[in-house]
């Protein structure tokens, strides 16, 4: 059994994973990502196709690189939310979406295209499209990698416990 399968059998990773799906935060995730897979798949094959045609050599090689990274970023991003998705709706066990295949991976990085030779459409949605891929990511490990030990700290409480240690309670 992996690790994120282990803890795929507690009840509390189960409830966090289901709390999410039924979220707020989840519902504008959602549409913000699939209104920017479907904003992305407009301009590449609209305005990004004209505005491509009109770069120097290098930076037509550039804009290749480029869109291949933000299709490949933004698809994850939409396979990812709609796992979330079918936890929501009942059609996958909170439990089978834990499984590895499903988790964000750290993206490849490798050399970015000079930014300034490409156009702003692309730019743009370069940009976003990191943004966005941090955050889902970033959910991905609080829900599925961390355990609940790894909780963010509390200051104030640990003041407390050290109060209530010193001056019992």
Known sequence: MTEV?????????AGVIQDFARSELFDRTFEEGMQLVEETAAYLDGAGRHDSKILSRNAALSYASESMRLTTRLMQVASWLLVQRAVREGEMPPEAACAENYRMAEEA???PAPIEELPFGLTNLLHR????????????RR?????PSEEAPRPVQAQFDRLTAAFGG
């Open 5 to 13: 399968n282990a803890l795929a059998d507690t009840p509390w990773r």
């Open 109 to 111: 990085i490798g050399d």
């Open 129 to 140: 499209s990191e943004r966005l891929y941090e955050r889902v990511r970033h959910l991905d």
């Open 143 to 147: 829900m599925y990698v961390e355990s």
